[in-house]
């Protein structure tokens, strides 16, 4: 079922490219559709939203900050996947349903993580976007049973993943006949700490060269640093990136889980009018509301 491809000059090291996402597979880009969002298309679009549902009064403003600043999908967390078991889990159904609350109330489509197979079906219920967090990029019966549904998944880079086997990942979710698939660079483990993990901005021009899949990028577990998330969400918009997932927080100080990458309203609005900026010098348009 893979085709090899070492002789593709722009592969370094020789990287197998499975046959579904191979972009020679298909004579264009995919176009992942979510809630009337078209991902991988001229507009990049922008996902944000905090990293978790925290309460209803959270989630709506954060949600309401985000439209207004321009953000088209609203993200937010409500099963997390924390390295303590200690730590805020989310608030499980009840944050599925503020996350429901929050759609209905901005018009943004909302993704959510599932961490679980038993709870694939109850959080596809809620959800427009199921995302596979980075630490289940290789948790193959997950894999397969989102790949199950029409529904989009954005599927993060597995931490210490290669481009193969974050692109091998892909192609257990598009087997079983689901094509819906958002490439998502989040960050990966090198030697470096003073960033939380190494951004790899190259993986966006690769993974669009070997694949058909839109390509996004997330800043905010990608530094871990809210200064830094600027940035690197403008590089990654110039690198080719067909969209941003950003923690945003309407008080990053009181979060109960990554408030220190998370960027305030007023942070995320003035980074949205650069972001256009950077867009239309590499020939994109930042992907805005239809009614604005
Ligand atoms: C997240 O986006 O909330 C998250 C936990 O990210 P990652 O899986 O990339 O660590
Ligand atoms: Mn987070």
């Not at 998944?153 to 819906?180: C, D």
């Not at 220190?260 to 590499?282: C, G, N, W, Y």
């Amino acid at each position: 079922m893979e085709s090899n491809d070492y002789n593709d000059p722009a592969v370094i090291g020789g990287c197998s490219v499975p046959v579904r996402v191979n972009r020679k597979s298909k004579a264009g880009p995919t176009i992942v559709e979510a809630g009337g969002i078209r991902i991988g298309s001229k507009e990049v679009v922008i996902i944000a939203g905090p990293c978790s549902v925290e309460t209803r009064e959270q989630l709506i403003e954060t949600a309401l900050a985000v439209k207004n600043a321009g953000g088209v999908i609203l993200r937010g967390g409500a099963f997390k996947p924390r390295s303590s078991p200690y730590n805020f889990q989310g608030l499980g159904e009840e944050g599925l349903k503020f996350l429901e609350e929050a759609r209905a109330l901005t018009g943004l489509p909302v993704v959510t993580e599932v961490m679980d197979t038993r709870l694939v079906e109850l959080v596809a219920g809620y959800t427009d976007i199921l995302q596979i967090g980075s630490r289940n990029m290789q948790n193959y019966p997950l894999l397969k049973e989102v790949g199950r549904l029409r529904k989009p998944v954005l599927l993060k880079r597995g931490m210490m993943s290669t481009i193969e086997e974050f692109l091998l990942a892909a192609e257990y979710i598009l087997n079983q006949g689901n094509e819906q698939v958002i490439l998502c660079e989040r960050g990966i483990r090198t030697f470096e700490t003073t960033t939380r993990n190494t951004l790899d901005l190259s993986a966006v021009p690769m993974l669009k060269h070997l694949s058909h899949l839109p390509v996004i990028v997330d800043p905010s577990h990608g530094t871990g640093h809210r200064w830094m998330v600027p940035a690197m969400a403008k590089a990654a918009v110039a690198a080719g990136a067909d969209g941003l997932i950003i923690e945003v927080h309407y008080k990053p100080e009181e979060a109960l889980c990554d408030g220190h990458q998370s960027l305030s309203p007023d942070e995320f609005t003035r980074l949205m009018t650069d972001l256009r900026k950077i867009a239309q010098a590499v020939g994109r348009d930042i992907y805005q509301h239809e009614n604005k």
